[in-house]
């Protein structure tokens, strides 16, 4: 099923990068309500929130997951029919994905803004929110070189070089550890996130926290390039985000770790650094300092407590 084969996807990283994993899971939850025959209203909500769970489940650190299912399930309020909840979900999911999209497109435009004429930049990882601020600066004529890193071990790097490649833009590739060496040479480090925090702490691909810390260190400005979609509305209720451990074989090939019995492979997909080595979140609302996170989840985001027990059942469930 359509479902199961987005959630494989997601697991493996086939498909992976916080934003395209929350569009991809809502066009599963549109093509799973295309699916599921129009019996009953109860058979219908039981299926959609299997869907949903099986989802929200694969990988546990992308915010923007949960928060898109969440937006595309929030379609069978109020439906009183099969129909209703199929159309509910269907429109929902369409709507994310194009404001997914549109503020992907936002974000470039204001992020490109802050990267002036003549400026290096730094990015660690892929992130399309992050590429497209770049890739509009250059787009908008103005000449600058790129430091990418080459992102142990699953080598998003590769993914970012390519990129900025086909866009003509003047790269540099290092190994992660080279970005000290190079951070003085370097106007604007410039990220995307998995998750924002309430406190503006970022959460990104492991490396990111040290790299936002060597900037810091240099008196390099750190820009993050986020989708409101990527705030973490359960960190105002104390909640923390889940870091990602994956398999230790990504790192060291088991056939090592086997001669090696003394030596524990770990291998953490993600990191959190701290609002006061970031000094702009750029969202598709706006620029805003880490310290406004909170303002996003309440104003913009418009989660209520409601919501929160409403969906913390899904993942509970989930967890079981
Ligand atoms: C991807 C990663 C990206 C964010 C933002 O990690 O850390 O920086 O997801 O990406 P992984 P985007 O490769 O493990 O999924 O801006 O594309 O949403």
């Not at 959609?48 to 923007?64: D, F, I, K």
């Not at 549109?102 to 990267?115: D, K, L, P, S």
């Not at 880490?290 to 899904?314: C, N, S, V």
Request: proline share 4%.
């Amino acid at each position: 099923m359509f479902v199961t084969e987005t959630a494989e996807k997601i697991k493996s990283m086939e498909i992976r990068g916080a934003g395209r994993i929350a569009r991809e899971a809502a066009e599963a939850l549109r093509r799973q309500a295309d699916e599921i025959p129009l019996s009953d209203l109860e058979f219908f909500c039981r299926e959609m929130r299997g869907a949903a769970q099986t989802l929200v489940a694969t990988r546990p650190t992308a915010v923007s997951l949960p928060n898109a299912v969440h937006f595309v399930m929030s379609g069978l309020e109020r439906a009183t029919t099969p129909d209703e909840a199929r159309t509910g979900v269907i429109n929902r999911a369409v709507q994310f994905i194009q404001t997914s999209r549109h503020a992907v497109e936002n974000i470039a435009q204001f992020g490109a803004r802050h990267i002036r004429d003549g400026d290096t930049l730094l990015t660690h990882c892929n992130s399309e929110a992050a590429l497209g601020c770049i890739i509009e600066a250059h787009r908008s004529g103005k000449e600058i070189d790129v430091f990418a890193t080459e992102v142990r071990p699953r080598n998003q790097g590769l993914i970012t070089i390519r990129a900025l490649n086909d866009a003509g833009i003047k790269t540099s590739f290092i190994v992660d550890s080279a970005v000290r060496t190079f951070i003085n040479d370097v106007d604007l480090v410039i990220v995307g996130a998995d998750a924002v925090t309430v406190t503006g702490a970022v959460v990104n691909k492991i490396g990111t926290s040290q790299v936002a810390h060597t900037a810091h260190e240099a008196r390099v400005n750190v820009l993050v390039a986020a989708e409101t979609y990527k705030f973490a509305p359960r960190t105002i209720f104390g909640e923390l985000i889940q870091i990602e451990e994956r398999a230790p074989n990504e790192v060291l090939a088991d056939e090592i770790t086997r001669t090696l019995p003394h030596v524990t492979v770990r291998n953490p997909a993600f990191d959190v650094t701290p609002a006061e080595y970031i000094d702009l979140i750029v969202t598709e609302m706006g620029v805003i300092p880490p310290q406004m996170a909170y303002t996003i989840i309440r104003d913009y985001l418009g989660w209520g407590i409601e919501e929160f027990h409403k969906t913390f059942q899904i993942n509970t469930r989930n967890e079981e």
